[in-house]
T-cell receptor, first 113, second 113 residues
Framework: KNQVEQSPQSLIILEGKNCTLQ??????????LRWYKQDTGRGPVSLTI?????NTKSNGRYTATLDADTKQSSLHITASQLSDSASYIC????????????FGTGTRLQVFP | GAGVSQTPSNKVTEKGKYVELRCDPI?????LYWYRQSLGQGPEFLIY????????DSGLPNDRFFAVRPEGSVSTLKIQRTERGDSAVYLC???????????FGPGTRLTVL
């Protein structure tokens, strides 16, 4: 069983619509939870970083939430754009000696006009 | 202001050969990480350097894999006796120090025939 699971595996939406991606994790303890965007053929780019004490973090049209009690996080994308088409990866950072990242398998989002 | 760079961008080799993958981190970043990303999967941690030393190499799959960072800047991931299962994108990331945001390079796509 993966320590970081994401759903859905893939998602297709129309431009301008909103969507929410889910992440469930079993990693404990952890220092922070991150959402990354990865375009095809590129390295991941950080969208949000939340510590276990934070409930929500926004970055433009991206809003991440975290419930440390249920070990769930979500990434909400508002007013989607064609450029949002990418994989979105939930990542948990493991303390204490290194900032080792445990990646989920990602949600592949496709935004169509 | 260059980001993390990796060379080559693509490497095709034959089974049993030796390969070296290079990572140039962002100037001033003391922490450097190597990850491996198989098709349709999230990146998997391989090794983490703090300065010149490997602080955590627990992700290296076996002794065919080795990485160095002799001067605390550029790092080389070395794979001996390559196998078809080694085919993946190898990502490098750097951060100012551990617990800071990691910035990823574009990756090297390794194909073992």
């Amino acid at each position: 069983k993966n320590q970081v699971e994401q759903s859905p595996q893939s998602l297709i939406i129309l431009e301008g619509k909103n969507c929410t991606l889910q992440c469930n994790y079993t990693v404990s303890p952890f220092s922070n939870l991150r959402w990354y965007k990865q375009d095809t053929g590129r390295g991941p780019v950080s969208l949000t970083i939340m510590t276990f004490s934070e409930n929500t973090k926004s970055n433009g049209r991206y809003t991440a939430t975290l419930d440390a009690d249920t070990k769930q996080s979500s990434l909400h994308i508002t007013a989607s754009q064609l450029s949002d088409s990418a994989s979105y990866i939930c990542v948990v950072s493991v303390p204490p000696n290194t900032d080792k990242l445990i990646f989920g398998t990602g949600t592949r989002l496709q935004v169509f006009p | 202001g260059a980001g993390v760079s990796q060379t080559p961008s693509n490497k095709v080799t034959e089974k049993g050969k030796y390969v070296e993958l290079r990572c140039d981190p962002i100037s001033g970043h003391t922490a450097l990480y190597w990850y491996r990303q198989s098709l349709g999967q999230g990146p998997e941690f391989l090794i983490y350097f703090q300065g010149t030393g490997a602080a955590d190499d627990s992700g290296l799959p076996n002794d065919r894999f080795f990485a160095v960072r002799p001067e605390g800047s550029v790092s080389t991931l070395k794979i001996q006796r390559t196998e078809r299962g080694d085919s993946a994108v190898y990502l490098c990331a750097s951060s100012f120090t551990f617990y800071n945001e990691q910035f990823f390079g574009p990756g090297t796509r390794l194909t073992v025939l």
